[in-house]
């Protein structure tokens, strides 16, 4: 059974930063993507960033140049780093691990943004 466990979120005034943390226990991994997906209200769901095993990294455009993904994968966790932080990413951050035949989900957690 794999479990996403987030920690990180929290209120920040625009231009703040926070980091947001996610530890995958469970089953042994192998090659695999780690990362961050947003939902705001009333939108869908949508990309953030990943990085794979490998270190191969994805960002949304919107937050290129403001965030910086990490990993460490001796401890399965992934970092989220949120610099120059604007209203606009006020959501609920998900952590995601997708593997070669699953995909798994955190249970969320809150970045409030207040302008």
């Known amino acids: 059974q794999v479990q996403l466990v987030e920690s990180g979120g ?58 910086t993904i990490s990993r460490d994968n001796a401890k399965n966790t992934v970092y989220l780093q949120m610099n120059s932080l604007k209203p606009e990413d006020t959501a609920v951050y998900f952590c995601n691990l997708a593997d070669q035949s699953k995909t798994y989900w955190g249970q969320g957690t809150q970045v409030t943004v207040s302008s």
């Open 10 to 67: 929290g209120l920040v005034q625009a231009g703040g930063s926070l980091r947001l943390s996610c530890a995958a226990s469970g089953s042994p991994f192998g090659f695999n993507r780690m990362g961050w997906y947003r939902q705001a209200p009333g939108k869908q769901r949508e990309l953030v960033a990943t990085i794979s095993t490998y270190g191969t990294i994805i960002y949304a455009d919107s937050v290129k140049g403001r965030f």
